[in-house]
């Protein structure tokens, strides 16, 4: 599946939905790294973007733990 999200990106680099699709394949498959890498990508593409913060905000309280950083997102 990540093989043909990328294909498509490849195509359509700015395509949110392909961006947010690859975030949530880099999370199943626990890749912490790519997974923040792409958020950051998504809300470079839009700076509004809910998915992209909610992958944030999982990344600081389920790996690294960072409690307060998250109330300061909110």
Known sequence: ALD????ILIRQPN???GVIEKMKLQLCS?????C???SLR?????????EAFRYQ?????CR?????EVIILH
């Open 4 to 7: 043909e999200v990328n294909r």
């Open 15 to 17: 395509y949110i939905c």
């Open 30 to 34: 626990q890749d912490w790294d790519q």
């Open 36 to 38: 923040n890498e792409v």
């Open 42 to 50: 998504a809300l470079s593409i839009d700076s509004q973007c809910l």
């Open 57 to 61: 905000i999982l990344e600081l309280l």
């Open 64 to 68: 690294d733990g960072r409690y307060t």
